[in-house]
Nanobody, 122 residues
């Protein structure tokens, strides 16, 4: 599967952005999907995950209640709605796909999109 992320940008604290990831290839519904982020000088960290048929979602504690991950298996897309953004959310955001049933570890995800930059100013 090939992934293409979009939707990043620059906003002020408290603003919102919606990231989208379009997948090409077969059997999108076979993949668990996730968003990770990486700030300069830091490692890649888990942000949110959604199971193959949207039955389960998981979030990094610091984004719970502010971010929402959704997917549309008919359109082969996974989105991340980000509200109440904070400066600490500034990072490059990556969508990723895994054939493993459940993981929040980057190593479990074999397919990655290119990063899309999110910058939140105070």
């Amino acid at each position: 599967v090939q992934l293409q992320a979009s939707g990043g940008g620059a906003v002020q604290t408290g603003g919102s952005l919606r990231l989208s990831c379009a997948a090409s290839g077969r059997a999108f519904s076979s993949y668990s999907m996730a968003w990770f982020r990486q700030a300069p000088g830091k490692g890649r960290e888990f942000v949110a995950r959604i199971s193959r048929y949207s039955l389960a979602t998981n979030y990094k504690d610091s984004v719970k209640g502010r971010f929402t991950i959704t997917r549309d298996n008919d359109k082969n897309t996974v989105d991340l709605q980000m509200d109440s953004l904070k400066p600490e959310d500034t990072a490059a955001y990556y969508c990723a796909a895994s054939l493993l049933p459940y993981s929040v570890e980057p190593g479990a995800y074999a397919y990655w999109g290119q990063g899309t930059q999110v910058t939140v100013s105070s």
